[in-house]
Structure formats: C-alpha cells, structure tokens
C-alpha cells in the first residue's frame, strides 16, 4: 500500500473541523429550522437564543460545506441535506445527535490509551433520557434499511417464537414478524426503552403480536419458550465474560432445538478487517469497560462454552451485518 501523501495526512487529521460544524448545527436543530424556508442569521439567533456573531461564522461554515445555502443575508437547507432536519420521515439526525453523544468520548482516547483514564461507562449509559432517545432513534434509522437483508440471511420461516434480546424499539422484530406472518415474539429490553417499541409496534399494527418484557440482561433471567432468539449488536458492548453469561441464558430461554441468531461485527483473524470493526472496536474501547469486536472463532468459542452446537457464518458483512447461527441441542 502507498503511503499517504502529507497533504492527504494533514487533511485527515483536519476532518474534525467539520465533523464539529456538522454535530453542532445538529445539536442546534439548523437544518429543521432552515428546512422550511429561508431566514436570516438574525432570525435564527432569536428562534433558537444563539450569539449573533457565532451563529453567522457557523450558518457560513455550513454554506460552504454545502449544506446550506445562502443568498443574501438568508439561509436555507439545501435539498440534498434535508435528511438531516427532523423533516423526513428516514431523517438521519438520531444518528447524528447520537454522534454528537459520542464525541465527548472520543476526546479521551490518548487519556484511555495512556491508562491514565478507564472507560466506565456501558454502551448504553446515557445520561439523559434525550440521549437514550436519540441512542435509539438512530439505532432504528441505521437498521431499518438493512433488516429485510438480515432476515432473509436467517431464514426464519420455521420459528414460531422470537426472542429479540435487547431489541430496542422493535426494527428486528418487525422484520421477522413481517417475513413469517404465524410468529409471535417477545422484546426483551429496559424499562424506557421498551415504552418506546411500543409505540414504534402500535404505529406498525403489531402489538397483538409482541409480549413487551422489561428487564436487564446483565442482571436477569430472559422469558423461557422460544426457538429463535436474535441478539442484534449487543456482543461488542460486552467483555467475553458478560457475553457468556448472556449466552447462558439465551441458552436456558430456548427449547430444544432452538436457534440463537447473533448480529455483530464479525472480525477476521487479522482483527483489522472488516475496517469498520476496527475502528468501531476503538468506539467500545471508550464507552464499555470491557467490549470490543469479536473474531468468528472467539464468538463461536462462546456458543460452545454456552452448550450451543452447528455453529456457523451465515453472512459476512462490512458494516456490523455479520450473522452467526447455533442450536440448542
């Protein structure tokens, strides 16, 4: 591989300039505001309680990003960017308020790196409900696209009982229900978090077919009775340990014969391929005590240790749609 030129070099290292610009015109909800039509600096300073001054060097920095455009004294969203108001019905803003939650994280790598600071937080500490909120929402928008894929990857005609462990808002289980019309399933996650599947389930049709069960994997047992259960990015957020626990429960929560389907980075041996692994592994690094992404052989070293046998690769994938299947026996 050629090395990188120092311009290339430099200009990666300058890539947080307008990451920062892009999270906090997020934050700020600019591109809702502007999406509706043009305003000028001055108006937008009133709506939202901005400093003048500031917000016109941030409302030019956008417009030369090209997400904004300006004319005149106004401003106003550009099409191509309208993904990013809460406009849309695919908005793609969770994800960046999610970014934006992550960042004060990723100001600590030298600090984590250097052992001076230990991560301690879990992947899903928030530290108020509008994280949680939008944790969620962008969980929903990055796996609403792909979820068909993954369900047809399974295979799932033959499950009658879905046991979606951490399902979050019910993306997954929606799939599934919808690829078998007969099944019924269980969503198993928080307390809050559950709230939120409900009304994502209700909006869908299909809380006749889904029991709602709130609790914590890390601390309780899961619902009994099931023959597929799905674990959709959770094994990363954990250490080996954690994940053997859990996958001791899915294990008693199955019947014989049942399924365990786990969606997640699935690493090379190298451990630097898939190049999103990678990197998402140094995400974990920051935000868990103890998670980072799995190669196959030590997920499968797992299910073996758990009891589950006929462990296999369903799916290779780049982007966290990795997919491994094993059986209770």
């Given at each position: 591989?050629?090395?990188?030129?120092?311009?290339?070099?430099?200009?990666?290292?300058?890539?947080?300039?307008?990451?920062?610009?892009?999270?906090?015109?997020?934050?700020?909800?600019?591109?809702?505001?502007?999406?509706?039509?043009?305003?000028?600096?001055?108006?937008?300073?009133?709506?939202?309680?901005?400093?003048?001054?500031?917000?016109?060097?941030?409302?030019?920095?956008?417009?030369?990003?090209?997400?904004?455009?300006?004319?005149?004294?106004?401003?106003?969203?550009?099409?191509?960017?309208?993904?990013?108001?809460?406009?849309?019905?695919?908005?793609?803003?969770?994800?960046?308020?999610?970014?934006?939650?992550?960042?004060?994280?990723?100001?600590?790598?030298?600090?984590?790196?250097?052992?001076?600071?230990?991560?301690?937080?879990?992947?899903?500490?928030?530290?108020?409900?509008?994280?949680?909120?939008?944790?969620?929402?962008?969980?929903?928008?990055?796996?609403?696209?792909?979820?068909?894929?993954?369900?047809?990857?399974?295979?799932?005609?033959?499950?009658?009982?879905?046991?979606?462990?951490g399902g979050a808002s019910g993306t997954y289980t929606i799939a599934f229900l919808?690829?078998?019309?007969?099944?019924?399933?269980?969503?198993?996650?928080?307390?809050?978090?559950?709230?939120?599947?409900?009304?994502?389930?209700g909006k869908e049709g299909m809380l006749d077919r889904v029991a709602l069960v709130?609790?914590?994997?890390?601390?309780?047992?899961?619902?009994?009775?099931?023959?597929?259960?799905?674990?959709?990015?959770?094994?990363?957020?954990?250490?080996?340990?954690?994940?053997?626990?859990?996958?001791?429960?899915?294990?008693?929560?199955?019947?014989?014969?049942?399924?365990?389907?786990?969606?997640?980075?699935?690493?090379?041996?190298?451990?630097?391929?898939?190049?999103?692994?990678?990197?998402?592994?140094?995400?974990?690094?920051?935000?868990?005590?103890?998670?980072?992404?799995?190669?196959?052989?030590?997920?499968?070293?797992?299910?073996?240790?758990?009891?589950?046998?006929?462990?296999?690769?369903?799916?290779?994938?780049?982007?966290?749609?990795?997919?491994?299947?094993?059986?209770?026996?």
């Amino acid at each position: 591989m050629n090395p990188h030129r120092p311009e290339e070099l430099l200009r990666l290292a300058n890539n947080f300039m307008e990451s920062r610009i892009l999270l906090s015109a997020a934050e700020l909800d600019l591109f809702t505001l502007l999406n509706s039509g043009p305003l000028s600096a001055q108006e937008v300073a009133v709506r939202i309680g901005a400093n003048l001054r500031a917000l016109t060097v941030l409302l030019d920095a956008l417009s030369a990003m090209g997400l904004l455009s300006k004319r005149g004294e106004t401003y106003r969203c550009e099409d191509s960017a309208s993904v990013l108001s809460k406009d849309p019905p695919h908005s793609i803003l969770p994800m960046l308020l999610h970014a934006a939650h992550l960042w004060k994280r990723w100001t600590n790598l030298t600090d984590v790196v250097q052992g001076t600071l230990v991560s301690k937080d879990g992947d899903r500490s928030f530290r108020s409900p509008e994280e949680l909120q939008a944790f969620i929402e962008a969980m929903h928008v990055i796996a609403a696209p792909r979820a068909q894929e993954i369900v047809a990857a399974a295979n799932p005609s033959s499950a009658k009982a879905l046991l979606d462990v951490g399902g979050a808002s019910g993306t997954y289980t929606i799939a599934f229900l919808r690829a078998v019309p007969e099944m019924k399933a269980t969503l198993f996650d928080k307390p809050e978090v559950i709230e939120m599947a409900r009304e994502r389930l209700g909006k869908e049709g299909m809380l006749d077919r889904v029991a709602l069960v709130p609790g914590d994997f890390y601390q309780d047992e899961l619902p009994p009775g099931h023959d597929l259960a799905f674990l959709s990015a959770i094994i990363h957020q954990n250490s080996s340990a954690q994940n053997l626990d859990l996958l001791n429960k899915v294990f008693r929560s199955l019947n014989s014969g049942g399924r365990i389907l786990i969606r997640d980075h699935v690493m090379e041996p190298d451990r630097i391929h898939p190049r999103d692994g990678a990197i998402f592994a140094v995400n974990m690094l920051l935000g868990t005590p103890g998670g980072r992404t799995y190669t196959f052989d030590e997920i499968k070293t797992g299910l073996s240790r758990a009891g589950f046998s006929g462990i296999r690769l369903l799916k290779k994938g780049e982007h966290m749609d990795g997919l491994v299947e094993a059986f209770k026996p």
